[in-house]
């Protein structure tokens, strides 16, 4: 009886090991090997969630002293586009702004959130217009578009 279990449990072993060794890349043989090359897998690992960590804390910290202006992310959705717009800082005016700019490319607001409170929000869904539909926008030129008026409200607003 314990001989059956003893084998049992070298074959769970051998199976766990196998997969250690794939998981890890490791083209190594024996289990101590293999051991060691997941050890070693694990620390590279963990140096680059260190550097991911990092790269996010930079650019974080490099986005809201460097570069105050908001960040802008424009999508394809069925009705048109869905448009966001982001600021960790309040921004006066900048609504009027944006919706000038879709106004200006034929964009009829059809939902819309926004938040002016602490932050600026803004999460909008935006058709073309039916008789100027032919002119066929794409996500890009409304993203730039919103980035423009963004520029140019940052302009106005710098005293």
Known sequence: MVSR????????????????R??????????TSIIVD????????KQKVERLNQDM?????????QNPLPMV??????KGFL?????????????????????ELGLNVLEARVSCADS????????ENEEEAGEGIDAQSVK????????????TNQD
């Open 5 to 20: 279990e003893h084998k049992r449990a070298a074959a769970i072993l051998h199976e766990k090991l196998h997969l250690l």
């Open 22 to 31: 794939s998981i890890t890349n490791s083209h190594a043989l024996n289990r």
């Open 38 to 45: 997941a050890s070693k897998y694990i620390v590279e690992l």
């Open 57 to 65: 804390a930079d650019i974080a910290q490099t986005s809201t002293h």
């Open 73 to 78: 992310a424009v999508e394809n959705i069925e």
């Open 83 to 103: 448009i966001n717009v982001f600021s960790e800082k309040s921004c006066p005016g900048l609504l009027v702004s944006v919706l000038e700019t879709f106004e």
């Open 120 to 127: 600026f929000r803004l999460q909008a869904v935006g058709g």
């Open 144 to 155: 730039q578009a919103v980035l423009l008026a963004i520029k140019n409200w940052t302009e």
